[in-house]
């Protein structure tokens, strides 16, 4: 079973997006998706 990992907002902390972790991965995720609560695009970083 593949681990999954959880992005949250930048702007308003919100865990919004889980995702399949990449083996070996260095750095922590960092996209830019849909934030429903700040009803826009923002950047949501891989939480710890």
């Known amino acids: 079973m593949a681990k999954k990992v959880i992005i949250s907002c930048e702007k308003c ?3 919004n997006y889980t995702m399949p972790a990449k ?3 260095t750095k922590r ?3 830019k998706k849909f934030c429903a609560h700040c009803n826009e695009h ?5 939480t710890i």
């Not at 923002?42 to 891989?46: A, G, L």
Request: charge should be neutral; proline fraction near 0%; avoid cysteine.
């Open 13 to 15: 902390g919100s865990r």
């Open 23 to 25: 083996e070996g991965a």
């Open 29 to 31: 995720l960092e996209l």
């Open 42 to 46: 923002t950047v949501h970083k891989q």
